[in-house]
């Protein structure tokens, strides 16, 4: 893998008014198009807000038992297909035949019953099917301080994205919604707004599942229509814990090369108040009033300590 040659990084450009990246819309008529079924559940999130946290829990709690082997042999992004992806995703070595798969290819393939799929895009792009086939939707929310910082290193360490630059600017580019999938602001408040009539739509934050897993997991299942036992309950609280989750190289993100885990590992501190040790002072003055601004018309609330 190390003398691997990778694609340049690619540029943003405007997509329906959302800054994206060639790989998120290559495969646009196919995700437009996208057949849900009734049972399909979409873990819908900005990116970096918890989302392969909250894939794990859903995948532990309906296949955790009845398929362990997927445990050991299947990743978290093949279990759990990225609906809007068109990365090439290259089996490790010894696999000489690198195989190429968009998310709507993955997903049409997935043998379980419910389908799990994974999206970052804002609520007005989500294809028409999952709304016509009223799925349930799990969608995850971290505070804009914490999910920029995450975001800056993943984009450092993801060479699938345009360069991050250095912080100041990089800050700056998040508060003008330059980041790939656009607006945290435009996210976070659209996909309240839809709550409020799709109600299938169960709206997680970060901060509480960080400070209470236990909460949000019966939260989820009462949600899901889930009753597990409460040894069941703990052995998938157990699965989902941010250090065993960090070992695991099937939720780590380890096996895919272009994003390269020595320069920032994708399970990097799964904290809330990370932002304290990045903001300075005057840019956290100026990421809070601007942020006044923008959330002025929405109710939804974040923490950013817990
Ligand atoms: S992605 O690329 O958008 O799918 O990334 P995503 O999974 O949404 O977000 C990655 C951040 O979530 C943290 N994470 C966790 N935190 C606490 N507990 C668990 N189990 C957990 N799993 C993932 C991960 O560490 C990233 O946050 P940062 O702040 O960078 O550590």
Redesign the pocket.
């Known amino acids: 893998m190390e003398n691997m040659e990778l694609p340049p990084r690619p540029k943003l450009f405007d997509f329906h008014g959302v800054s994206m990246i060639h790989h998120f819309t290559d495969n646009w008529e196919n995700i437009r198009n996208f057949q849900a079924r009734p049972d399909d559940i979409l873990i819908a999130?900005y990116?970096?807000?918890?989302?392969?946290?909250v894939?794990?829990i859903l995948d532990l709690l309906y296949f955790g038992q009845t398929a362990p082997e997927r445990q050991t042999s299947l990743p978290i992004y093949e279990r759990v297909p990225f609906l809007e992806s068109d990365f090439h995703i290259i089996p490790p070595e010894p696999d000489p035949h690198p195989s190429v798969h968009t998310g709507t290819e993955l997903a049409d393939k997935l043998s379980t019953s419910p389908r799990l799929i994974?999206t970052?895009l804002p609520v007005q792009l989500v294809p028409k099917s999952f709304w016509e086939q009223n799925c349930r939707i799990v969608y995850?929310a971290r505070n804009a301080k914490?999910n920029a910082?995450?975001y800056f290193?993943?984009d450092r360490m993801n060479q699938a994205h345009p360069e991050p630059g250095d912080w100041n600017n990089y800050l700056q580019r998040f508060m003008d919604g330059k980041m790939v999938f656009g607006s945290w602001y435009d996210h976070v408040t659209g996909w309240w707004e839809r709550k409020q009539t799709h109600s299938k739509l169960h709206y997680v934050f970060?901060e509480d599942?960080?400070e209470d897993t236990r909460r949000e997991l019966d939260r989820l299942c009462s949600f899901l229509g889930l009753s597990p036992s409460a040894e069941e309950k703990e052995r998938v609280r157990g699965g989902?814990?941010?250090d065993?989750?960090?070992k695991n190289s099937m939720?780590n993100y380890s096996t895919i090369p272009i994003m390269d885990i020595k320069i920032s590992p994708?399970?990097?501190?799964?904290?809330v108040g990370?932002w304290k040790n990045h903001f300075t002072v005057a840019q956290s003055e100026q990421f809070d009033e601007d942020f006044k601004k923008k959330m002025k018309n929405t109710t939804v609330q974040f923490r950013t300590v817990v």
């Open positions: 999130t990116p970096k807000a918890g989302t392969t946290w894939s794990y994974k970052h995850v914490d910082v995450s290193h993943f970060y599942m960080v989902v814990q941010f065993t989750m960090k939720a994708f399970m990097r501190k799964g904290k990370d």
